[in-house]
């Protein structure tokens, strides 16, 4: 079946300005010219993809189409008696997330994907995961091409030495794992961490406790430098650093199940990257050649430090992670694995196929 679908989108926001929407489907439909409406589910559709934030009380129950499941993150690897997964399903509830009460969010999550016609995640483990509830699994990373526009050619090191952190301010925390490195390299070395994110944020549920996010960052690391995250110049400011740094948690099985978005992202723009060792980011760095990974704390300061001391070194690192996003993770492939998954529910949206009016 070809096209003339009606596409209904359940967005992230419904400015449709999240990354979980400029980065994942609305990238592939702005590029594949694809026309979609803001989906209501008591209207049919061909076909209705959700994001995270759909309400899955409401779509799980939907009758009239074919649904995509974009689950992205590691909500099913999560154990059963954390506390605080076992109170998500309450907070939706509570803060008008979930029309109809799901206490139990990991049963909300697998009878999605039990409804779901095709189910989007973005690693091999949450593939492994979803596998027993839903037949028709496919992996698809993010698009980056509207962030990127600037590459590092430049690998003579800053003074003082520039580390450089990007991300949603909630996640401050992962930086206290390289606290110790931090301030052992600063007493060798002149260093400023350069942090790329939002200046306030909520410390609960996206509306709660709203906190700074300058204060919260020098409780870690006192010599910060603060930008606030904008697309337009997002790439300057990392570009204008010496190394990337990605430290996560790994005893967390749902921050360790991260995939490698984050890493590719620098790499796009040759930056040079230092990360914990996660089974995504393992899997990227051997498939770039590099060994820049650390297993615990006592495996950061000698990573920076032989990335600092070496501009032959960064440039490598940069070079070859640059190649590999490139190669394995381009916008053609990025774009086919899309293609993919309207082909694996009988429709031919690829970059042959009639475009809308």
């Not at 449709?16 to 049919?44: M, W």
């Not at 490195?181 to 410390?203: F, N, S």
């Not at 995250?229 to 190394?243: P, S």
């Not at 000698?302 to 590999?324: N, V």
Request: proline residues 6%.
């Amino acid at each position: 079946m070809t096209l003339g679908l009606r596409i209904g989108y359940v967005p992230m926001t419904p400015a449709l300005d999240a990354p979980g929407d400029r980065r994942r489907f609305v990238h592939y439909a702005r590029a594949r010219n694809l026309r979609f409406e803001i989906a209501d589910p008591s209207r049919e559709y061909d076909v209705v993809i959700l994001s995270q934030r759909a309400d899955l009380s409401v779509w799980s129950r939907y009758p009239k189409g074919r649904l995509v499941y974009d689950l992205i993150d590691s909500y099913l690897a999560i154990p059963r008696g954390d506390i605080k997964g076992r109170l998500r399903g309450l907070a939706k509830f509570v803060t008008r997330q979930s029309h109809y009460p799901q206490l139990d969010h990991w049963k909300a999550i697998e009878a999605m994907c039990q409804r779901a016609d095709a189910v989007v995640c973005s690693t091999e483990e949450q593939k492994r995961d979803i596998s027993p509830f839903c037949s028709n699994v496919h992996i698809i990373l993010d698009a980056h091409s509207m962030v990127t526009r600037t590459v590092k050619h430049d690998y003579a090191a800053s003074q003082p030495f520039r580390l450089v952190w990007e991300g949603m301010p909630q996640t401050l925390g992962s930086l206290d794992l390289i606290r110790s490195a931090l301030e052992k390299l600063r007493q060798k070395h002149p260093v400023e961490l350069h942090l790329v994110t939002d200046i306030e944020y909520y410390r609960y549920l996206g509306r709660y406790g709203r906190s700074s996010t300058l204060k919260a960052a020098r409780r870690i690391f006192p010599d910060v430098h603060l930008h606030e995250w904008k697309e337009e110049d997002c790439a300057d400011i990392i570009c204008a650093c010496d190394i990337a740094v990605i430290p996560l948690v790994l005893d967390d099985p749902f921050i360790a199940g991260k995939p490698e978005n984050k890493l590719l992202l620098f790499w796009r723009m040759g930056m040079p990257v230092v990360a914990s060792a996660t089974p995504a980011y393992v899997r990227a760095m051997q498939g770039a050649g590099l060994d820049l990974t650390c297993r615990d704390k006592e495996q950061w300061l000698p990573a920076l430090e032989r990335l600092l001391a070496d501009e032959a070194a960064r440039c490598d690192a940069g070079c070859r992670g640059k190649t590999y996003a490139d190669h394995e993770f381009g916008e053609d492939r990025l774009l086919a694995r899309w293609d993919a998954v309207f082909a694996s529910l009988g429709f031919t949206c690829g970059a042959h196929a009639p475009i809308l009016p």
